[in-house]
């Protein structure tokens, strides 16, 4: 499962379209599943099943995310609502470790109390499972005109490898009757599953704690805007993502002491850098044309911390 935001514009309602089906048939499949591995006895399309809904779940956010994203900010939510599927993901992600961990359990359990499984049933239910993951994959292919999507396609495209992995199970357990077959390969896609919900639950969390987003150097932001005609210094820069694929920038800049009007220049192309270079389209930049000191976070003139020094003296002397 990955953390996706939905595209908005023209496309939008063709990429719901494909989301929506796709999650119909996901959870059709899930259910199947489950219910075949009851029957069959075969812990790896149980594990199959919890897969799935891990997949379920990453569509699921996908689609919330057009309409969450499509919601205008308010008075309430400045930010608009950009991390309530980023808080979902979460949540979502770490329900998914403790199945992955029951999987894992389950599996050893059998390993060494072998259960006969029924390995025509799982071939299957699993051959279902790879037409109906390529199928989406496909589609989401075509759909696929920005990262978070592309990344949705690798994560259905990997799914599919998945389920032919319990073909080639379910061929391994027929001709050579060994049911260990089954809790191995529940162990690898239990494997799969915990590293993914890892992976998002860093992810969700960074995000949640307002880190510095991934694949973003303060030091290469700095250089880069101090790099900028008529920028002396950048300090008390703060980098943050609003959601999964969305960053605010938050600085203090100092420049020459000149007029208001000849420092629109030097923001316009703080700003260019900025959204060209790193995608960053929310800043907040206070220019500052004195030398600062940092207290606490708050940027004071070393001149009126100097002076209000001295006149505290004077006080005292009186």
Known sequence: ???????????AKRT??????????????????FVAGLRAHSLALLSEAGHNVSDFLALLLSLAAVYFQNRPADSARTFGYQRAGVLAAFLNAAALIVISLWIAVEAIHRLSQPVAVHP???????????????VIAAMLWGVARDVNLRSAFLHMAGDTLSTAAVIAGGIGILYTGQNWIDPVLSLIIAALILWTSLEIVRETLNILLEGTPRGISLGEIRAAMQAVEGVINVHDLHVWSLG?????????????????????CILANLNHVLQDHYHIRHTTIQFEHIGCGELEGCVVPMEEMASGHAHSHHGHAH
């Open 120 to 134: 025509k049933m799982m071939m299957y239910v699993a051959a279902a499972g790879v037409l109906m993951n390529g």
């Open 16 to 33: 719901q379209s494909v989301l929506r089906f796709s999650l119909v048939a996901t959870l059709a499949y899930v259910v199947v599943t």
């Open 244 to 264: 999964s694929h969305s960053s605010a920038l938050a600085c203090h800049v100092t420049i020459a002491d000149i007029p208001p009007s000849a420092s629109a």
């Open 1 to 11: 499962m990955h953390v996706h935001a939905a595209p908005t514009g023209p496309s």
